[in-house]
């Protein structure tokens, strides 16, 4: 009897898809969808699926090819490696500006009037903590909050005011 695949054995198929994926466009700037698929040993839709979570994480982008080929690289969004040490007041008005909405560091900085230095700071320390994402339009990088963290807050808000949230 065939038992199906359970979310976790997805999950982990896919993570460990993309581990796979992440270490090959390690070892080269850039990577033509095909050859990704042959260096990996991924069938073509494991692997689309792989670089599209990729995509969405931020931690790979897709770069200008000729034609419609699909070319892929390493994402790097100028986000220092930190610890997930505790928010600091720079990445809680950061965090606070980003509900909502999605900016680069640059806008960030000119609207909270602070340096873009102390934004990248800030948006590294709520990137250790899994809560921000972006996404590259040409060479510039627009960050976001995650999802997850978006509806976490919009949830616990109306709690704690004791408020109905308002259905539009």
């Not at 260096?39 to 792989?50: D, I, K, P, V």
Request: hydrophobic content about 40%; glycine content about 6%; proline content about 5%.
């Amino acid at each position: 009897m065939f038992n199906p695949p359970t979310l976790e054995d997805l999950q982990e198929t896919r993570r460990a898809n993309e581990k796979l994926v992440l270490s090959a466009l390690d070892s080269k700037p850039e990577w033509v969808e095909t050859e990704l698929a042959k260096t990996t040993g991924l069938a073509l839709s494991h692997l689309r699926a792989a670089l599209a979570s990729l995509l969405d994480q931020g931690r790979v982008r897709r770069l200008p090819g000729t034609g419609t080929r699909a070319v892929y690289g390493l994402a790097d969004p100028g986000l220092a490696d930190v610890p997930a040490t505790p928010l600091t007041v720079d990445a809680k008005k950061v965090r606070d500006y980003l509900e909502g909405r999605a900016d680069s560091a640059l806008y960030m900085s000119e609207q909270l009037r602070m340096t873009r230095e102390d934004v990248m700071t800030a948006l590294s320390l709520l990137n250790a903590h899994g809560m921000v994402t972006c996404t590259f339009v040409g060479s510039l990088v627009i960050f976001r909050m995650k999802e997850v963290q978006a509806l976490g807050t919009e949830q616990a808000a109306p709690a704690a005011t004791g408020k109905k949230k308002q259905v539009a």
